[in-house]
């Protein structure tokens, strides 16, 4: 079986990705959401980044990261 590059799927998908960690401090973005955000994967490592977005906004994130831990990968 032949090994898959991760980065490279990762990066090559045509919709902005993120992977954030538990404090929300950027881990990964690809290359759509450097575009999209005009900031570089350096840019967006940053801790404190997310800084100044409403508590609203990041209670809805977990809400859903935490349906993802739930359900498992690829599922809904």
Request: charged share 20%; hydrophobic share 50%; aromatic share 8%.
């Given at each position: 079986m032949a090994e898959v590059d991760f980065q490279?799927?990762?990066d090559e998908d045509p919709v902005a990705l993120?992977?954030?960690?538990?404090?929300?401090v950027f881990v990964?973005?690809?290359?759509?959401?450097?575009?999209?955000?005009?900031r570089t994967r350096e840019e967006m490592r940053r801790p404190g980044l997310l800084r100044g977005v409403p508590e609203r906004v990041l209670a809805g994130g977990e809400a859903s990261a935490a349906g993802v831990v739930r359900a498992g990968?690829?599922?809904?």
């Open positions: 490279a799927v990762f993120a992977v954030l960690s538990p404090d929300l990964a973005v690809n290359r759509v959401h450097e575009e999209l955000f005009g990968p690829g599922q809904r």
